[in-house]
């Protein structure tokens, strides 16, 4: 048994308000098309895929796909059934095929499950929505009231046995069709309806992109961490603090810069994604991070929180010393960290306190910091 996927993406996307042709403009972080790839990839039944684009457009596609592959690129023609058609011949042979609109990114594998369950029993099937509001004829104005019971909005991916669509695209002579089941039906052969999905509604106008990117959007949910560090003085040192070069008669010992600020943000970080700490990532005696400025520990945990699709919502740090002031610098403090963190300073909190001349820090052998970060994660990152 082998199944095939075909995308059909050789419209021009003129409705869409789009610069580009809509399939290979940016939704939710990655090209339109390449939502429909990463979800037939994705699917255990699915076998080769195959893309169908407008003449010319190979470049772009390929550029939208980055690192993913399309099994054929074939080039479509005026209308989608035209498109359809040049994919269904360049593929040449398979069992099943499911034929997708690359205008349609939210493919969720159950209803490929679904397509294909009903396929056991039928020639075709297509995912299909109840209507549920009242229908009527655009006449200028309001025109008459259409019956709305009985009918229902169909989407794709639209699924057949290979030789039922074949045989129905090569006897078509109906003009624009506007989906293959029509032409399948029109050929004689039995299509089912599976339940839809809301999110396979296509892109077609300018706010339908907005309304797919948050129907899209993963859920996320909140974490924190907290980190804490602490440096003892040492003469002839330059004090680093927070990111930034501060005057002072002596500055913190330790094998890199010693940013002991920052280092308790970078802790923070790691916590709120329960990657380990500081020392397992940048262990002390490696010999690279002798004199390493801490930024690059910050902005490497930072890159770890976004590589799992995270955002950091929030920095609060306290910087708990006697000397030297840390008022006077606290802004540049946050203008640099939310620099480093590319966030606004309105998300970065920088505090100070002494701890009354009691213990270490009270008598001033060292600074310590403590750092709380909030981040979001995706639902799916949250075991
Ligand atoms: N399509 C195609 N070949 C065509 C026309 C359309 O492959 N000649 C594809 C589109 O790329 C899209 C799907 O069919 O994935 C649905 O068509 P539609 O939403 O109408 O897209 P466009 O034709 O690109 O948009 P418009 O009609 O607004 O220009
Ligand atoms: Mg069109």
């Given at each position: 048994m082998t199944t095939a996927a075909l995308i059909v993406a050789a419209g021009k996307g003129e409705r869409s308000g789009s610069a580009v042709p809509k399939q290979f403009a940016p939704l939710g972080g990655k090209p339109l098309i390449a939502h429909?790839?990463?979800?037939?990839?994705?699917?255990?039944?699915?076998?080769?895929?195959?893309?169908?684009?407008?003449?010319?457009?190979?470049?772009?596609?390929?550029?939208?796909?980055?690192?993913?592959?399309?099994?054929?690129?074939?080039?479509?023609?005026?209308?989608?059934?035209?498109?359809?058609?040049?994919?269904?011949?360049?593929?040449?042979?398979?069992?099943?095929?499911?034929?997708?609109?690359?205008?349609r990114p939210g493919l969720r594998a159950a209803v490929i499950d679904r397509l294909l369950a009903a396929l056991a029993t039928h020639d075709g099937a297509v995912p299909a929505l109840p209507v549920v509001d009242t229908l009527a004829r655009d006449a200028g104005?309001?025109?008459?009231?259409?019956e709305r019971a009985g009918l229902v909005r169909v989407q794709t991916p639209q699924a057949f046995r290979f030789d039922a669509i074949m045989t129905s695209h090569r006897g078509w002579n109906g003009g624009i069709a506007t989906d293959d089941a029509q032409m399948a039906r029109a050929a004689g052969f039995a299509v089912a309806t599976?339940?839809?999905?809301?999110?396979?509604?296509?892109?077609?106008?300018?706010?339908?992109?907005?309304?797919?990117?948050?129907?899209?959007a993963p859920t996320m949910t909140v974490r924190t961490g907290s980190g804490f560090d602490v440096h003892r003085f040492e003469a002839g040192r330059p004090l680093w603090l927070g990111g930034i070069a501060i005057p002072h008669d002596k500055g913190l010992a330790g094998h890199s810069d010693a940013d002991v600020a920052l280092h308790a943000i970078t802790d923070a970080l790691l916590g709120a994604v329960a990657q380990g700490d500081i020392g397992?990532?940048?262990?002390?005696?490696?010999?690279?991070?002798?004199?390493?400025?801490?930024?690059?520990?910050?902005?490497?945990?930072a890159e770890l929180v976004r590589g799992r699709g995270g955002r950091i919502d929030h920095i609060d740090l306290t910087i708990i010393c006697e000397a030297p002031r840390v008022g006077p610098h606290r802004e540049a403090m946050r203008a640099r960290i939310a620099d480093l963190l590319q966030l606004r300073s309105a998300q970065v909190s920088v505090k100070a306190t002494t701890t009354e001349r009691l213990g270490f820090t009270g008598r001033g052998e060292g600074i310590a910091a403590q750092a709380i970060a909030t981040v979001r994660l995706p639902e799916e990152e949250n075991p």
């Amino acid at each position: 048994m082998t199944t095939a996927a075909l995308i059909v993406a050789a419209g021009k996307g003129e409705r869409s308000g789009s610069a580009v042709p809509k399939q290979f403009a940016p939704l939710g972080g990655k090209p339109l098309i390449a939502h429909s790839v990463d979800a037939f990839r994705g699917h255990p039944a699915i076998g080769r895929i195959a893309i169908v684009v407008g003449a010319g457009q190979q470049r772009q596609l390929e550029a939208a796909l980055g690192e993913r592959r399309a099994d054929i690129v074939a080039v479509g023609g005026a209308q989608r059934h035209d498109s359809v058609r040049a994919g269904l011949e360049a593929l040449g042979l398979a069992d099943d095929v499911l034929i997708h609109d690359a205008a349609r990114p939210g493919l969720r594998a159950a209803v490929i499950d679904r397509l294909l369950a009903a396929l056991a029993t039928h020639d075709g099937a297509v995912p299909a929505l109840p209507v549920v509001d009242t229908l009527a004829r655009d006449a200028g104005g309001l025109g008459d009231t259409v019956e709305r019971a009985g009918l229902v909005r169909v989407q794709t991916p639209q699924a057949f046995r290979f030789d039922a669509i074949m045989t129905s695209h090569r006897g078509w002579n109906g003009g624009i069709a506007t989906d293959d089941a029509q032409m399948a039906r029109a050929a004689g052969f039995a299509v089912a309806t599976v339940a839809g999905d809301p999110a396979l509604d296509k892109i077609t106008h300018p706010d339908d992109w907005a309304r797919m990117e948050r129907l899209l959007a993963p859920t996320m949910t909140v974490r924190t961490g907290s980190g804490f560090d602490v440096h003892r003085f040492e003469a002839g040192r330059p004090l680093w603090l927070g990111g930034i070069a501060i005057p002072h008669d002596k500055g913190l010992a330790g094998h890199s810069d010693a940013d002991v600020a920052l280092h308790a943000i970078t802790d923070a970080l790691l916590g709120a994604v329960a990657q380990g700490d500081i020392g397992d990532h940048f262990p002390p005696s490696d010999p690279q991070w002798k004199g390493a400025a801490s930024d690059r520990f910050l902005a490497y945990a930072a890159e770890l929180v976004r590589g799992r699709g995270g955002r950091i919502d929030h920095i609060d740090l306290t910087i708990i010393c006697e000397a030297p002031r840390v008022g006077p610098h606290r802004e540049a403090m946050r203008a640099r960290i939310a620099d480093l963190l590319q966030l606004r300073s309105a998300q970065v909190s920088v505090k100070a306190t002494t701890t009354e001349r009691l213990g270490f820090t009270g008598r001033g052998e060292g600074i310590a910091a403590q750092a709380i970060a909030t981040v979001r994660l995706p639902e799916e990152e949250n075991p």
